[in-house]
């Protein structure tokens, strides 16, 4: 079944609002990782983080292994934002899973 | 300076023909990954490796052969290449253990 699910699938934002995307697994984890991806583009590493909270510019990781979540959370949102964002599960060594990504678009 | 760099960035095969990925990496990374993003299924595993002589099967490596020669490379074989096989491939390093992947910028593969 499917081991990482992603949400919403897409969204679309004014400039300046925040957003929350979700990543929710239905198996243990090992760690857990965000990446952001322009269309037709590769994939940029925004966090490494199997657990806890970490920060980046306007960027802020949550990863809750207890209940199998983890949320990328996007404040004052810039029409660069734009983009699909990933999240990757390492379930057992070597074991990667992704979701299915989420779609946003930052309108000015 | 990209650490993880691909080739060709764009290839037209031949059905039945066969083709080669390339990647290389400068991250000095014990794993190298390669995988395919097609619409609707994401990110999947073809082929992983531990190190130079290594190589492991990913979730979907049917099809699919590859090759670790040195620490700094690695490449995805498609033998008999076939129209299913259509996709864009990303290699991808990591290092041992639990740790985050750096991506390459992807080849787009079409087979005719």
């Known amino acids: 079944g499917q081991q990482v699910q992603q949400s919403p699938a897409s969204l679309v934002l004014q400039e300046g609002e925040n957003a929350e995307l979700q990543c929710n697994f239905s198996?243990?984890?090992?760690?857990m990782q965000w990446f952001y991806q322009r269309p037709g583009g590769s994939l940029v590493s925004l966090f490494y983080?199997?657990?806890g909270t970490k920060h980046s510019g306007r960027l802020t990781s949550t990863t809750v292994i207890k209940e199998r979540r983890s949320s990328l959370h996007i404040s004052s949102s810039q029409t660069t934002d734009s983009g699909t964002y990933l999240c990757?599960?390492?379930?057992?060594?070597?074991?990667?899973?992704f979701g299915k990504g989420t779609s946003l678009t930052v309108i000015p | 300076e990209a650490a993880v760099t691909q080739s060709p960035r764009n290839k037209v095969a031949v059905t039945g023909g066969k083709v080669t990925l390339s990647c290389n990496q400068t991250?000095?990374?014990?794993?190298m990954y390669w995988y395919r993003q097609d619409t609707g299924h994401g990110l999947r595993l073809i082929h992983y490796?531990?190190?130079?002589?290594?190589?492991e099967k990913g979730d979907i490596p049917d099809g699919y052969k590859a090759s670790r020669p040195s620490q700094e490379n690695f490449s995805l074989i498609l033998e008999l290449a076939t129209p299913s096989q259509t996709s864009v491939y990303f290699c991808?390093?990591?290092?041992?253990?639990?740790?985050?992947?750096?991506f390459g910028p992807g080849t787009r593969l079409t087979v005719l």
């Open positions: 991808a390093s990591g290092d041992s253990g639990y740790a985050e992947q750096f």
């Open positions: 490796s531990y190190g130079a002589g290594s190589t």
């Open positions: 991250n000095n990374h014990n794993n």
């Open positions: 198996t243990s984890l090992n760690s």
């Open positions: 983080n199997p657990s």
């Open positions: 990757a599960l390492e379930q057992g060594y070597q074991n990667f899973y």
